[in-house]
């Protein structure tokens, strides 16, 4: 089946360590993008990704890395500089014909202790 | 910055029509409005868009006003499982940067029995 799909679905890692969260998606989509969920929020906006070997910093791009070596995946990393880590990660992706819609996998909740 | 504004919370009773405000007064000629629903702890899922014509689809209905500074969505039997936040986007209908979706915090929407 087509679809995107980020793994894994929850992550524990301690406090100063890196830690990379997987996405994945098998609908030929030129864009992909990386939002944080904290609670009773709303998404924000982390790196986002047009082309291969390509991407943008978003509203929230401090402590994070990307890369986009394959259309397919879009790996993010949560380094050690972010300051807050712990929430809910979500990744879309879309196609950019007009008015494509997004599509977004089921996230990653990643807890720092 | 979001550029709509919805209601916090909304309450529905189950098999009555749920009807989600959304008021865009900014929108620019070249924008959709979208709208997207998050159940707790899911990636948000693509509901339907318009740009200034009434829309139907399976999930749902959207109408737009004629000045477009405003839309409704229509849930029209609401069940149990329509208990979720609701997100109204507007975002040009192009791809590129300027396609990205930027989320408010929607309105939750809970269903009653």
């Known amino acids: 089946d087509g679809g995107i799909t980020q793994s894994p679905k929850y992550l524990f890692r301690k406090e100063g360590q890196n830690v990379t969260l997987s996405c994945e998606q098998n609908?030929?989509?030129?864009?992909m993008y990386w939002y944080r969920q904290d609670p009773g929020q709303g998404l924000r906006l982390i790196y986002y990704?047009?082309?291969?070997?390509?991407?943008q910093k978003g509203d929230i791009a401090e402590g994070y890395s990307v890369s986009r070596e394959k259309k397919e995946s879009f790996p993010l990393t949560v380094t050690s500089a972010q300051k807050n880590p712990t929430a809910f990660y979500l990744c879309?992706?879309?196609?950019?014909?007009?008015?494509?819609?997004?599509?977004f996998g089921q996230g990653t909740r990643l807890t720092v202790v | 910055d979001a550029k709509t504004t919805q209601p916090t919370s909304m309450d529905c009773a189950e098999g009555r029509a749920a009807n989600l405000p959304c008021n865009h007064s900014?929108?620019?000629?070249?924008?959709?409005v979208y709208w997207y629903r998050q159940i707790h702890s899911q990636g948000p899922q693509y509901i339907i868009h318009?740009?200034?014509n009434n829309e139907t689809n399976e999930m749902a209905s959207l109408i737009i006003t004629e000045d477009r500074k405003s839309s409704t969505l229509i849930l029209p039997h609401a069940t149990l499982r329509d208990t979720a936040v609701y997100y109204c986007?507007?975002?040009?209908?192009?791809?590129?940067?300027?396609?990205?979706?930027?989320f408010g915090k929607g309105t939750k929407l809970s269903v009653k029995p």
């Open positions: 879309a992706s879309r196609g950019l014909t007009d008015s494509a819609e997004a599509f």
């Open positions: 609908l030929n989509h030129d864009a």
């Open positions: 990704s047009q082309i291969v070997n390509d991407f």
């Open positions: 900014t929108i620019s000629g070249n924008e959709y």
């Open positions: 318009g740009l200034k």
């Open positions: 986007i507007v975002r040009p209908h192009y791809g590129g940067s300027q396609g990205n979706l930027i």
